[in-house]
């Protein structure tokens, strides 16, 4: 029989998030949240309007020991150039390399206007207790999307149950 005890520390959304400035501040780690077990949603800044140039932007999200981040992508409009290159950006960073990580320290970046694995659900979950997101405009006139917007959440399945929830289509 395979039993699971529970962890000291469940993910919960009791700690203070610290982003004063928003993501777009200056320095490392000046813009921390704190993620639980309830859902937060984070965007590009200005986001339902059209992204600035120039911008870079960071999020970085940390939860209790033992659990995970998972960013379920709501939306994503970041227009590729005419040769489908990526200039406007969001890419998630894992501060460690697990053998279990699809997204690791070299990250993963997403740009254009359908969501990351669609028409599945966009959801990537990080190894570890702690993930960056890190979002980039260049400082080109090209016409810009209005950026992305995700909801953020500790998974830990000894604390919780995972739920995760996507619209196909326009319904």
């Not at 911008?55 to 939860?63: D, R």
């Not at 980039?136 to 016409?143: D, V």
């Not at 604390?159 to 619209?167: D, G, I, L």
Request: charged share 15%.
């Amino acid at each position: 029989i395979l039993e699971a005890t529970a962890p000291e520390f469940c993910p919960a959304n009791t700690v203070d998030d610290s982003c004063p400035d928003g993501p777009c501040c200056q320095g490392e780690d000046c813009c921390v949240l704190h993620v639980g077990t309830i859902a937060k949603e984070i965007s590009s800044p200005n986001y339902p309007l059209q992204s600035r140039s120039g911008q870079t932007c960071s999020y970085k999200l940390v939860s209790e020991p033992g659990s995970q981040i998972s960013v379920n992508f709501l939306d994503l409009d970041l227009p590729a150039d005419a040769t489908q290159t990526c200039s406007d950006f969001v890419q998630l960073i894992e501060e460690k390399n697990s053998a279990s990580s699809l997204i690791g320290t070299a990250g993963r970046s997403f740009c254009g206007q359908q969501l990351p694995n669609y028409p599945g659900p966009s959801v990537l979950i990080s190894a570890g207790n702690s993930l960056t997101v890190n979002y980039h405009t260049a400082m080109t006139s090209l016409q810009r999307g209005k950026g992305f917007k995700a909801a953020v959440t500790a998974v830990n399945p000894l604390c919780s149950p995972m739920t995760f929830e996507h619209k196909y289509g326009d319904c």
